[in-house]
């Protein structure tokens, strides 16, 4: 028993303590686990249910993505856009990045007629390299 100065009785006290290091490491598993799964790719922000070809490759780093939903709406960057904003956005990315290519990533449903008014604007805005996005038929 332990006795402070006056006589009285004290009680011995356990501090409680939190013991962060497991705590830290499932946070870094959480973490590798996003990084690993997470896609980087830059899209163009809608849902499209691309074509299927048997000449479809992989385009590289460099590339600017147009989307067309089945509506018909277009979209750049993760959000939607006119036909005079996507040439001037165009025009802004081909000044920055001029051996750049514009891939249109168009739905199915989606009209053609629409896709030739997305590439006519790519030719207004000065880009020279134009494709269309399909998905590799197996």
């Known amino acids: 028993m332990l006795f402070d100065d006056y006589g009285f009785?004290?009680?011995?006290?356990?501090?409680?303590?939190?013991?962060m290091g497991p705590l830290l490491d499932m946070v870094f598993i959480l973490l590798i686990f996003f990084v690993i799964t997470t896609n980087f790719n830059r899209?163009?922000?809608?849902e499209v249910q691309k074509p299927k070809a048997q000449s479809a490759v992989s385009q590289g780093s460099k590339t600017i993505m147009v989307g067309i939903t089945q509506e018909g709406a277009i979209h750049i960057h993760g959000r939607q856009?006119?036909?005079?904003g996507l040439e001037?956005?165009?025009?802004?990315e081909i000044s920055q990045r001029?051996?750049?290519?514009?891939v249109i990533v168009g739905d199915?449903?989606?009209?053609?007629g629409r896709s030739v008014e997305v590439m006519d604007l790519c030719a207004k805005a000065g880009v020279t390299k134009?494709?269309?996005?399909?998905?590799a038929e197996q």
């Open 88 to 92: 001037q956005i165009l025009a802004r």
């Open 9 to 19: 009785l004290q009680k011995k006290t356990a501090s409680a303590t939190v013991d």
């Open 43 to 46: 899209q163009t922000g809608v």
């Open 130 to 135: 134009v494709s269309i996005a399909a998905d």
């Open 108 to 112: 199915r449903g989606s009209t053609l």
């Open 81 to 84: 856009v006119t036909a005079d």
């Open 98 to 102: 001029p051996d750049a290519t514009v």
